[in-house]
């Protein structure tokens, strides 16, 4: 299915309510979008040993979180890399993703940033000099099209990630707290392999046991109650400021529903009506 324009979305919900798997629904049904996740970019970058890859991993030994500065540092550069952002608006909407070999100079050209050290040069001025002078600005070809995983997480960082590329669709997914509950504690896992089985709608063949290999089934820490309950407070607090900023933007859209399989025909619809030809 074909996407008629950029499709820049982030999806929001309490943990166990199903992101991931309606993050892969939406990437298979539509083969234009990309993951863009903040994870898999910090562990490319640290990989690699890149600039940024190489600040990010004296942060994280040192023991501090990642700031939001180089959160937005990897973010940018990942899509410059991609040929996705440019700081000419006037020109940004028929460039194509060939075109992130090209470093128009002349006027009325579009410049695309040559590496990480001037997209953080933009990043580190003031806001007011960010929005005057040079604004970035994302490509609005399909294939540009991304789902946004793990970055914005509060309302602050939202502000911050608007300077750069802004969403424009936010998906706020909601199912009932004791629905929600009900699906952790009997979720099992089999660590070595990841597979993932729940005794209420995907048991084990064997109880307890790994269907392919026969080992032991084990319980996520953080699949515990007092401590799923914590993350879902934490969540409600952090998430409230960011779901109000895009709807103050006029993107947040909101689905409900008991099941996943429920939720992910509402959300294409949505998104066809949004973004398909």
């Known amino acids: 299915m074909r996407l008629r324009k950029a499709a820049r979305v982030i999806l929001v919900g309490a943990p166990g309510v199903g992101k991931g798997t309606h993050s892969e629904r939406l990437l298979e049904r539509f083969p234009q979008l990309s993951s863009i996740s903040s994870g898999d970019l910090l562990r490319h970058?640290?990989?690699?040993?890149?600039?940024?890859?190489?600040?990010?991993?004296?942060?994280?030994?040192?023991g501090g979180l990642v700031s939001d500065d180089l959160m937005l540092r990897l973010i940018s550069n990942e899509l410059n890399q991609?040929?996705?952002?440019?700081?000419?608006?006037?020109?940004?909407?028929?460039?194509?993703?060939?075109?992130?070999a090209i470093g128009g100079t002349a006027a009325g050209e579009p410049q695309i940033y040559e590496d990480d050290a001037e997209v953080a040069a933009f990043l580190s001025s003031p806001a007011h000099a960010r929005r005057?002078?040079?604004?970035l600005s994302p490509s609005e070809d399909p294939a540009a099209s991304f789902i946004l995983d793990?970055?914005?997480?509060?309302?602050?960082?939202?502000?911050?990630?608007?300077?750069?590329?802004?969403?424009?669709?936010?998906?706020s997914i909601k199912?009932?707290?004791?629905?929600?509950m009900e699906r952790i504690s009997g979720r099992w896992v089999h660590e070595p392999s990841g597979r993932v089985y729940n005794t209420s709608f995907n048991a084990p063949r064997v109880a307890g046991?790994?269907?392919i290999t026969g080992e032991e089934l084990t319980r996520r820490p953080d699949d515990d109650e007092e401590v799923y309950r914590a993350r879902f407070r934490?969540?409600?607090?952090?998430?409230?400021?960011?779901?109000?900023?895009?709807?103050?933007?006029g993107v947040l859209w909101e689905v409900e529903g008991m099941s996943s399989d429920e939720i992910s025909p509402k959300?294409?619809?949505?998104?066809?009506?949004?973004f398909v030809e």
Not at 158 to 169: G, Q
Not at 175 to 180: E, F, G, Q, R
């Open 45 to 62: 970058n640290v990989k690699q040993q890149t600039p940024l890859g190489i600040k990010v991993e004296s942060t994280m030994k040192a």
């Open 82 to 100: 991609r040929g996705w952002l440019f700081s000419d608006h006037l020109s940004s909407n028929v460039m194509t993703l060939a075109s992130s």
């Open 132 to 135: 005057q002078a040079q604004p």
């Open 150 to 171: 793990g970055f914005p997480r509060t309302g602050a960082q939202a502000d911050r990630l608007d300077e750069i590329v802004p969403i424009n669709l936010t998906i």
């Open 175 to 180: 199912t009932p707290l004791n629905v929600i």
């Open 209 to 211: 046991r790994d269907d």
């Open 234 to 249: 934490k969540f409600t607090e952090t998430s409230e400021p960011l779901l109000e900023h895009y709807a103050r933007k």
């Open 267 to 274: 959300i294409f619809r949505e998104f066809e009506r949004r």
